[in-house]
């Protein structure tokens, strides 16, 4: 299991992965449009403070992370996705677990952040067996077909 540099080649898997609107804003919030597309895609991996992860497992993708930079020593773990075939393996955890060694070795960041919706209960669980701990909860800032959803900000230090 390896966490590698997501490549413009790899596109084509967050495209097809990412297959409903309620998904798309599932994993990328109100910053992508659905259908999710190329363009979208290289617009945002071009930016400096974003540093996109493919986890591959017995050399097939089975996940996408990212670290992004607020500061030298701040980054934040966004849109995580694992793909179907490899859901309720522990890969979530695992792939985590890597970029988090990554962040501290690589980029030597004493803070990572995180925000999680409310009811999405399986990744909050991951990422309190991580050793993230909830910081606040944001109402009003996120919906979807006007059904309003909660955002729990959570940090772990390193």
């Not at 050399?59 to 179907?84: M, P, Q, W």
């Not at 955890?93 to 970029?99: C, E, F, G, N, V």
Request: glycine share 6%; with cysteine.
């Amino acid at each position: 299991m390896t966490l590698r540099a997501f490549e413009e080649k790899d596109d084509d898997l967050l495209i097809g992965w990412i297959d409903s609107e309620q998904l798309n804003y599932l994993w990328g919030g109100p910053k992508f449009d659905f259908p999710l597309d190329t363009n979208q895609i290289r617009q945002h991996c071009s930016q400096p403070q974003v540093h996109p992860f493919v986890f591959d497992v017995e050399g097939k993708a089975a996940g996408y992370v990212e670290l992004y930079k607020e500061s030298d020593t701040h980054f934040r773990i966004c849109r995580v996705f694992v793909s179907n075939v490899f859901r309720g393996q522990g890969i979530a955890k695992t792939m985590l677990s890597q970029l988090i060694k990554l962040a501290k070795a690589e980029f030597k960041v004493r803070l990572l952040s995180l925000a999680v919706f409310e009811h999405n209960q399986v990744a909050k669980h991951c990422y309190e067996s991580l050793g993230f701990v909830q910081t606040s909860r944001e109402m009003g800032t996120r919906s979807f077909e006007g059904e309003i959803w909660a955002l729990l900000l959570m940090e772990k230090q390193l």
